[in-house]
């Protein structure tokens, strides 16, 4: 056994904790030789029912479950963690777009940077999953004037693992036949899918496909709104497959994208592919140690140039929009 990693995570007592929680517990994140310390965050009135989850955590008797700590104060739980993945806050309901969480959420991640600046391990990663999730980062990575900005992400392995799913549905293949999918920009209904560079059993996936009616009227579209037809039939968000994507997403950034292939994560732009630098921007990106790269020099068509660049611009309306409140 090595040394115990401490993993905090916020809104633990709600949907989506009640999937994450278990999966980082049995092993799923670190693996099986990695004791994991969990330090989980609620409001003061979810701790009861945390509490309860607490209780079932026990009742699992995992093996890497090292120890469980629950509270209210960010500051606290966030102390000395390697790892904080930002799930706490109040999902979309039906008819809602994310961008209309900005005010309700943004206030969260203020406090929650500025906790994390004050305490985290010097090696901590931070990943948002809370939505509106590029923009939740952003305001955290502003409120955290220490921490490398590389350091934070928003999620949007989701929407690349549903990208997956369509594709391999349309074509036949096997998920695990795909490579080099991503999701470029906004966790949001205008992030834009991209098959072009996507590979199936090493041939370009939109050339298997060929067709591009399917792409434009049928993959991106449906890729790009699986969270509202998902709140439309569960009436919920989803939970278990964002506790997944969560996982998938760490789990990635920790140990590193697989050899041929790489991941899609929302990170702080560099200018990268010409959008603004400093946006909370999914890009393609490989990543070794703990750190991650943009994929650079893919080539951009008319096609990709446009839609890359119409969830950019979300992205600068969410960010002026954040600024205007002052939360960053
Ligand atoms: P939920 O309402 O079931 O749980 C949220 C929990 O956060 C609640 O228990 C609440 O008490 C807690 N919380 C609220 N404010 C908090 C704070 N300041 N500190 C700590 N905890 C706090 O919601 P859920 O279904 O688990 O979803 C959580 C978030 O994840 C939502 O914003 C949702 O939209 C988002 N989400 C993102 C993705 C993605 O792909 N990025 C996917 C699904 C859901
Ligand atoms: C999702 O993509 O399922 C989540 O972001 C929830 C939502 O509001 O769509």
């Excluded at 391999?168 to 560079?197: C, E, L, R």
Aim: aromatic share 6%; proline share 4%; net charge negative.
């Amino acid at each position: 056994m090595t040394t115990p990693v401490k993993v905090a995570v916020t809104g633990a007592a709600g949907q989506i904790g009640y999937s994450l929680l278990f999966r980082i517990a049995s092993g799923a994140l670190l693996g099986p030789d990695t004791p994991v310390q969990l330090r989980l965050l609620e409001i003061t009135p979810a701790l009861k029912a945390l509490e309860g989850v607490v209780m079932e955590l026990d009742d699992c008797a995992f093996t890497t479950l090292d120890s469980v700590e629950i509270g209210d104060d960010a500051t606290h739980i966030f102390d000395g963690a390697n790892l904080a993945l930002l799930v706490g806050a109040r999902p979309r309901t039906k008819g809602m777009e994310r961008g209309d969480l900005l005010e309700a959420n943004g206030a969260i991640f203020t406090t929650q940077g500025k906790a994390l600046n004050e305490v985290a391990a010097d090696d901590v990663r931070i990943g948002v999953t809370g939505n509106p999730a590029n923009t939740n980062a952003l305001i955290a990575m502003s409120n955290a004037p220490d921490i490398p900005r590389e350091r934070f992400s928003a999620l949007t392995r989701l929407d690349h693992n549903r990208a997956l799913s369509q594709l391999a549905a349309k074509t036949g293949a096997k998920v695990g036949d795909i490579t080099k999918m991503t999701i470029w920009g906004n966790h949001s209904a205008t992030q834009y899918p991209d098959v072009f560079h996507a590979e199936i059993g090493g041939r370009n996936a939109a050339e298997v496909v060929d067709d591009q009616a399917w792409i434009e009227n049928d993959f991106i579209p449906t890729v790009a709104k699986r969270g509202a037809a998902i709140i439309e039939a569960r009436g919920a968000s989803s939970a278990a497959s964002a506790a997944s994507a969560t996982i998938d997403a760490a789990r990635d950034w920790l140990q590193g994208t697989p050899e041929g292939d790489w991941a899609s994560m929302a990170v702080a732009s560099d200018g990268s592919y010409g959008i603004p630098e400093g946006l909370i921007y999914s890009y393609p990106v490989t990543t070794s140690g703990g750190d991650w790269e943009i994929v650079q020099g893919l080539e951009i068509d008319d096609f990709s140039r446009a839609k890359m660049d119409a969830t950019a611009a979300e992205l600068v309306e969410e960010r002026d929009a954040v600024k205007e409140l002052g939360l960053i």
